[in-house]
């Protein structure tokens, strides 16, 4: 890995966007993440999912188990290309539109609730926290948009509806999210967060000097604690807290772990542990003893649900198998598919098999399909995972 330093190209605000986002701020559990609390699921679930159609890619709620249209559901025809992204309860979509836009839709209705405007032609949009419904607060997006100045090029950041932007050189390695702003990283030594508590370029620089500089690495969010973590494979984690905090900047601590310098992927697995996958499989690390467990070989991809860590290898027989954050084997699904991708939302995940897809809900490991691969299901970007 070639290690280079980045340059911040510009940074713009107006005074009355810095307004609106000082009061903008997360709140990242709902029925789509991980919930607390004795309320049932719905009767009926659903998913958000974008269909394509002769007139265009349709907006559309689809039967969760079944990926069938809902019965009286509601559509919407999109422009090709547009930006989506799902509130982090899953109550709320958000979409680009014509005219610098973003329109925010019930889920439920598909009825437009706001329309927000200085929006940018956003390439991508995060929704990191509120849905703008009774007992939460106001909207958090993020957008985010490849461009070229005089500097150069890279992706320029926005807070969506503030009318100001912050652009960086280049595209960043590893990013994550958080309830507090969007994380990236270009390089292990340097850390930015972009979110509404900092300051006019809505931004914040976190240096990492005792981060080796030409190991792999990977940032991973633990959203249920607004902790972030930078994990280098040479060994060492740096641990970042107080997020949000304007009275004080953000705690790091680092922490000695065994690994082994090698290429992986990882993601924040619940109860205290992160899990990281590569050429010598799945494993996790411990965040309060800082001890690493072993727990399966040729693990080649995974996704974090608050039901488990659903992993799959390049070998069919091994088919689909969720794990206990401590290591134990919860399921085991899918035998004899060789799994490709996955998405994960509330209580089901989705895997693309070959050209078909199953639906496996979560909480009784029960399979459906083969199913439609039309659609592109909608996840949130924000997943709570105590």
């Known amino acids: ?40 699921a719905p009767a009926a679930p659903h998913v958000v999912a974008l269909v394509e159609a002769a007139a265009g890619p349709r907006l559309m709620p689809l039967d969760a188990r079944t990926l069938e249209p809902r019965r009286g559901g509601w559509s919407r025809t999109i422009a090709k290309g547009a930006a989506a992204a799902l509130s982090p309860s899953g ?66 950041y926005t807070i969506v509806g503030s009318g100001g932007s912050s652009g960086y050189e280049g595209e960043p390695e590893t990013v994550a999210a958080l309830r ?19 300051g006019l370029g809505n931004d914040i620089d976190i240096e990492l000097p ?30 970042i807290d107080r997020f949000g ?8 601590r680092y922490h000695r772990v065994a690994l082994n310098g090698r290429p992986f992927a990882a993601t924040w697995a619940g109860a205290g542990k992160l899990a990281l996958w590569g050429k010598d499989g799945l494993g996790t690390i411990d965040t309060r003893t800082w001890s690493t467990q072993a727990i399966a070989p040729g693990v080649t991809g995974a996704v974090a649900t608050p039901f488990g860590l659903a992993t ?15 290591g134990r084997r919860r399921l085991r699904v899918l035998a004899g598919k060789r ?11 989705y895997a693309d098999v070959a050209d078909d897809r199953y639906s496996v809900d979560l909480r009784t490991g029960k399979v459906t399909g083969p199913l439609s691969r039309d659609a592109r299901i909608l996840a949130p970007d924000l997943v709570a995972i105590p």
């Open 91 to 156: 109550a709320r979509v958000a979409i680009t539109a014509r005219g610098d836009r973003v329109l925010l839709l019930d889920g439920t209705t598909g009825r437009v609730v706001r329309r927000i405007g200085e929006a940018g032609s956003e390439e991508q949009i995060y929704w990191l926290g509120g849905d703008g419904t009774a007992g939460t607060r106001p909207e958090l997006l993020v957008g985010v948009t490849f461009g070229c100045w005089s500097l150069g090029c890279g992706n320029e």
């Open 1 to 40: 890995m070639t290690i280079t330093s980045t340059v911040r190209i510009h940074s713009t605000g107006h005074w009355c966007g810095r307004v609106l986002r000082a009061i903008a701020a997360c709140v990242a559990v709902g029925c789509l993440a991980a919930t607390s609390g004795e309320a049932a």
């Open 180 to 198: 507090e702003g969007l994380a990236f990283a270009y390089v292990p030594t340097k850390v930015y967060v972009y979110g509404p508590d900092y």
């Open 210 to 239: 005792r981060m080796p500089t030409s190991a792999p690495f990977q940032l991973v969010a633990d959203v249920a604690h607004s902790r972030l973590f930078a994990v280098s494979s040479a060994g060492m984690v740096a641990e």
């Open 245 to 252: 905090d304007l009275r004080r900047k953000p705690r790091v």
């Open 339 to 349: 799994i490709h991708t996955t998405v994960a939302v509330g209580g089901y995940l």
């Open 312 to 326: 799959w290898t390049a070998d069919p027989a091994d088919g689909l198998t969720v794990y206990r954050p401590d």
